[in-house]
């Protein structure tokens, strides 16, 4: 078999605990709205996850992700009744399968200044633990203004960004500009659909586009954004190579003329956050790893991956993890997720 070979990708934004939540129970009522989705759906499964579901969650995302290509996850997690330790269960997760995480806590005011004050506390315990991490915010439109500054002060102290959703919806069309404006270099701003053109920012703007599609918020443009812009799933899983042609073909959409290398551009962009993963290499079923070919090949997946020099993958099986262990635990946590809801 003829093959190639790449970098490891990186899965720029992601909500590993969502890999549970596939076949799960109806919420109470059809959203109609953005906002709706979040009370419904994802606050609602926010509020069920404890840490073991948040554990076996996480090796099934990263392993789901080392099977497409994807080395490197920076994830954004919230679960308002178990916040202390979830970054460690979450991080010691992916290393266990062979991928890297950077992990980062959503801070909220949704559940009260207690809530608030343990999500800081646990960016915060995570990064001085030695935890890679950023400091994370829900979204600007669900914290009050004293909360976003204590956490930008956190991150500055720490010597970290903040990786914050800004602008997905309507809803947060204003807070997400006013605080996009307050962007250091090191920040990752995710989806910023509603930010006006011409908004003066500061580090990497993270597009989502299957993610943006299914909850209808409507199309980014982040060509707008300028070289700054990095490929994520926003929890649908880490396949890049999927998310890759699902940018281009909408990019297409919008302008005929565009090509495949603008796409890639964003998915190359995320060694920019993870460096390292530019150094593991991913031995393909394909032979030509171009843009061009892989905007319109699919079917492309990994046989072979090397991270730090171990291989992870041998001919399409993990080798640090049971996939078949990893995968039924998983479903059984997600039993007790859906009882729950």
Request: hydrophobic content about 40%; some cysteine; overall charge negative.
């Given at each position: 078999?003829?093959?190639?070979?790449?970098?490891?990708?990186?899965?720029?934004?992601?909500?590993?605990?969502?890999?549970?939540?596939?076949?799960?129970?109806?919420?109470?009522?059809?959203?109609?709205?953005?906002?709706?989705?979040?009370?419904?759906?994802?606050?609602?499964?926010?509020?069920?996850?404890?840490?073991?579901?948040?554990?076996?969650?996480?090796?099934?995302?990263?392993?789901?992700?080392?099977?497409?290509?994807?080395?490197?996850?920076?994830?954004?997690?919230?679960?308002?009744?178990?916040?202390?330790?979830?970054?460690?269960?979450?991080?010691?997760?992916?290393?266990?399968?062979?991928?890297?995480?950077?992990?980062?806590?959503?801070?909220?005011?949704?559940?009260?200044?207690?809530?608030?004050?343990?999500?800081?506390?646990?960016?915060?315990?995570?990064?001085?633990?030695?935890?890679?991490?950023?400091?994370?915010?829900?979204?600007?439109?669900?914290?009050?203004?004293?909360?976003?500054?204590?956490?930008?002060?956190?991150?500055?102290?720490?010597?970290?960004?903040?990786?914050?959703?800004?602008?997905?919806?309507?809803?947060?069309?204003?807070?997400?500009?006013?605080?996009?404006?307050?962007?250091?270099?090191?920040?990752?701003?995710?989806?910023?659909?509603?930010?006006?053109?011409?908004?003066?920012?500061?580090?990497?703007?993270?597009?989502?586009?299957?993610?943006?599609?299914?909850?209808?918020?409507?199309?980014?443009?982040?060509?707008?954004?300028?070289?700054?812009?990095?490929?994520?799933?926003?929890?649908?899983?880490?396949?890049?190579?999927?998310?890759?042609?699902?940018?281009?073909?909408?990019?297409?959409?919008?302008?005929?003329?565009?090509?495949?290398?603008?796409?890639?551009?964003?998915?190359?962009?995320?060694?920019?956050?993870?460096?390292?993963?530019?150094?593991?290499?991913?031995?393909?079923?394909?032979?030509?790893?171009d843009p061009w070919h892989l905007a319109y090949t699919t079917g492309v997946h990994p046989l072979d991956i090397t991270v730090d020099g171990k291989k992870v993958l041998d001919n399409g099986v993990t080798t640090k993890v049971d996939e078949a262990e990893v995968r039924a635990k998983a479903a059984e946590q997600a039993k007790r997720l859906f009882a729950k809801l």
């Amino acid at each position: 078999m003829t093959t190639g070979t790449t970098p490891g990708f990186v899965c720029s934004h992601h909500h590993l605990y969502s890999a549970l939540v596939r076949g799960m129970p109806a919420p109470p009522q059809t959203p109609t709205n953005f906002l709706e989705i979040l009370e419904q759906v994802w606050w609602r499964v926010d509020a069920a996850l404890d840490l073991e579901m948040l554990e076996w969650s996480a090796k099934l995302g990263a392993l789901e992700a080392l099977k497409s290509g994807t080395t490197a996850i920076v994830d954004h997690h919230e679960s308002p009744n178990a916040i202390e330790g979830s970054l460690s269960v979450i991080a010691d997760a992916c290393a266990e399968v062979g991928v890297r995480a950077i992990c980062s806590y959503g801070i909220t005011d949704r559940h009260g200044p207690d809530g608030a004050t343990a999500g800081l506390a646990e960016n915060e315990r995570f990064i001085k633990d030695g935890g890679r991490g950023m400091v994370g915010i829900h979204a600007a439109f669900t914290c009050e203004q004293s909360t976003i500054d204590a956490t930008v002060g956190l991150a500055e102290d720490l010597d970290v960004g903040v990786h914050v959703h800004v602008a997905e919806g309507f809803t947060d069309a204003g807070s997400g500009a006013a605080l996009a404006r307050r962007s250091k270099e090191n920040w990752l701003l995710v989806h910023g659909v509603h930010l006006p053109d011409g908004l003066s920012f500061a580090g990497m703007m993270a597009h989502n586009p299957r993610s943006n599609m299914n909850n209808s918020v409507g199309y980014a443009d982040p060509k707008r954004f300028g070289g700054r812009v990095v490929l994520g799933t926003d929890g649908i899983g880490a396949d890049m190579l999927d998310e890759f042609r699902l940018a281009f073909v909408k990019l297409r959409e919008d302008n005929v003329t565009s090509t495949p290398q603008t796409p890639w551009n964003w998915l190359e962009n995320g060694w920019m956050l993870v460096p390292e993963a530019e150094s593991d290499e991913v031995t393909w079923n394909y032979p030509i790893m171009d843009p061009w070919h892989l905007a319109y090949t699919t079917g492309v997946h990994p046989l072979d991956i090397t991270v730090d020099g171990k291989k992870v993958l041998d001919n399409g099986v993990t080798t640090k993890v049971d996939e078949a262990e990893v995968r039924a635990k998983a479903a059984e946590q997600a039993k007790r997720l859906f009882a729950k809801l």
